[in-house]
């Protein structure tokens, strides 16, 4: 009885979700585009992370810490470890392309265009500031 329940409200989310798409592609050109980009950023980070993963090295630059080397006159607060926790970086990109449009589309049915346009922008915001935090750890830029 309780899967059954479950079930039945798994599909009427499902399908709330699917009207609410249809409803932001019909009249929402705005939230529509943002979310595109969203999209876009997402695959393009996906990409570059794969990229840049270097699984042929035993140890990579995973992280960066100056707030401590600044203040004791340290140089180089670079944290070294395995290629796999560079596999953030694309989860990262999965959880952004996906979790936050599915995000947008329920604020925007709960909370109506605006705030859910301001959590894409958002969305973007952190996809490009992953991107450049990517960059930096590889020495790209």
Known sequence: MKTAKKTEEVK???DGLRITWKEVYRKQK???IAMIVLAAASLLLLILSLTVLRPH???????YGDVYG???GISGGYRRSSWMMMLAFPILALIYGLLHNILVL???R?????TAL???VMSIILV???ALVLFRLVGEW
């Open 12 to 14: 009427k989310s499902q």
């Open 30 to 32: 705005s939230l529509l």
């Open 57 to 63: 090295n035993n140890v990579v630059i995973v992280g």
């Open 70 to 72: 600044e203040i004791a």
């Open 106 to 108: 329920r604020v925007y």
């Open 110 to 114: 709960k909370y109506g265009r605006d």
């Open 118 to 120: 301001m959590l894409a």
């Open 128 to 130: 490009a500031a992953t």
